[in-house]
Every structure is written in structure tokens, then in C-alpha cells.
């Protein structure tokens, strides 16, 4: 498609179950982000992809948290052992160029990957 | 921790009245963006200030970035049912390859 997609849309999980959320950038984009996003809140950055490089992941709340993209296109955001304060839903954005603070771009989102755990 | 704190955090107008939301950090940043974002979908580029003391008009909505690059604010004229959402201000400090999002402004027009 044309668009970010990320799956799955819902995911329940039980208490200390792991879980993978998949995003598909729009072909061809550089930069891949990652963010968590409380009901009507601000996303929170987690972790920041140029490629396959995961050049900043400051923003991820624990070790149980893990992203990965192999290839520099699709992204995989691990968690592990899930808690219930991992409720949230996930969002993934990509770029077409480098993210610096001299060349912003536009972040093109997907739906996001709303998380229940239980 | 997010940089950017936005005001009010929720706004409940009725049709036609007019609003301003505000977007602040203590930070400086090389450029600003503004994103709405409705229910059970991802956030949508509205603008990009890039100038400090820069007004950029959209139909309807007008941005400003602030002289010292640290703040901005989006004010809605006349506002409509359909400008209902979540407006986020956005910005790269020019720090980190962190691409940070403020608080959020949830707005509800009512018709």
C-alpha cells in the first residue's frame, strides 16, 4: 500500500506475555520512528531507525523492550514480559530523509497498535 | 519526558468561536510542526514553521513560531465540528536525532 501499516491493530495480551508489533514504512523512507501514545496524550518517542541503524533508542521505558530492522525497511517493536503500565497504543512513522534538526520532514504515521495487557 | 508542553490541554468550544492553542519549551528548536490527529488514526501533518517570528496561514488556521524559536501557537477562526481533535506541536531538537511530540490539545467543537 501506500501508506505506514502497522499490525496487529489490537492486541490483548495476558501479564508477562511477550508480544511483536510489525510496521511496514512507506517504501523507499529512510528514517523510522517509533512512539508510545497514552489516551489523548502526546506520542512519546521511543526509539529512532536511519536504515537498518538504530541510532537512538533512549526512549525505550525498560530492557524488555526491544525494536529491530534488519533490512532498513519493515520494524519489529519486541516486548517482553508484559506489564499492565505497557498499555498503550504503539505508533510508527517513517520519512523519506534523515531526520536532523536542520532537515525536519514530515512523518508519515500509521494507525497504530492499540496494546491491552491484562 | 516531553519537551514541549502544550495549553490548554482540553478545549471545548462551540461552532463559530474562535481559539488559540499554545505549544512552549524551554528548548530551542531549528523548526516547529504542527499535527492533528483524530480518533483510532495516526497524527497528520498540518505546517512547518521554520523562521522564528514566521506566520503561516491555512485557510481557517493560522501558526506563528515564536522570535526565539522555543514556542508556537495555533489559533482557529470561527472554529467547525470538523476541526474536532488532537492537535500536536512537534519539533527535532537540535540536540539528538529525537523527534519529539508535546502534550497534546484535545479540541471538541460543538455544533
Known amino acids: 500500500g501506500a501508506g505506514v501499516s502497522q499490525s496487529p491493530r489490537y492486541k490483548v495480551a495476558k501479564r508477562g506475555q511477550d508480544v511483536a508489533l510489525r510496521c511496514d514504512p512507506i517504501s523507499g523512507h529512510v528514517s523510522l520512528f517509533w512512539y508510545q501514545q497514552a489516551l489523548g496524550q502526546g506520542p512519546e518517542f521511543l526509539t529512532y531507525?536511519?536504515?537498518?541503524?538504530?541510532?537512538?533508542k533512549s526512549g525505550l521505558p525498560s530492557d524488555r523492550f526491544f525494536a529491530e530492522r534488519p533490512e532498513g525497511s519493515v520494524s519489529t517493536l519486541k516486548i517482553q514480559r508484559t506489564q499492565q503500565e505497557d498499555s498503550a497504543v504503539y505508533l510508527c512513522a517513517s520519512s523519506l530523509r534523515p531526520v536532523t534538526a536542520a532537515n525536519t520532514g514530515e512523518l508519515f504515521f500509521g494507525e497504530g497498535s492499540r496494546l491491552t495487557v491484562l | 519526558t516531553q519537551l514541549l508542553e502544550q495549553s490548554p490541554q482540553f478545549l471545548s468550544i462551540q461552532e463559530g468561536e474562535n481559539l488559540t492553542v499554545y505549544c512552549n519549551s524551554s528548548s530551542v528548536f531549528s523548526s516547529l510542526q504542527w499535527y492533528r490527529q483524530e480518533p483510532g488514526e495516526g497524527p497528520v501533518l498540518l505546517v512547518t514553521?521554520?523562521?522564528?517570528?514566521e506566520v503561516k496561514k491555512l485557510k481557517r488556521l493560522t501558526f506563528q513560531f515564536g522570535d526565539a524559536r522555543k514556542d508556537s501557537s495555533l489559533h482557529i477562526t470561527a472554529a467547525q465540528p470538523g476541526d474536532t481533535g488532537l492537535y500536536l506541536c512537534?519539533?527535532?531538537?537540535?540536540?539528538?536525532?529525537?523527534?519529539?511530540f508535546g502534550t497534546g490539545t484535545s479540541l471538541t467543537v460543538i455544533p
Open positions: 514553521v521554520v523562521t522564528g517570528g
Open positions: 512537534a519539533g527535532v531538537s537540535y540536540t539528538g536525532n529525537q523527534f519529539y
Open positions: 531507525f536511519q536504515n537498518e541503524a538504530q541510532l537512538d
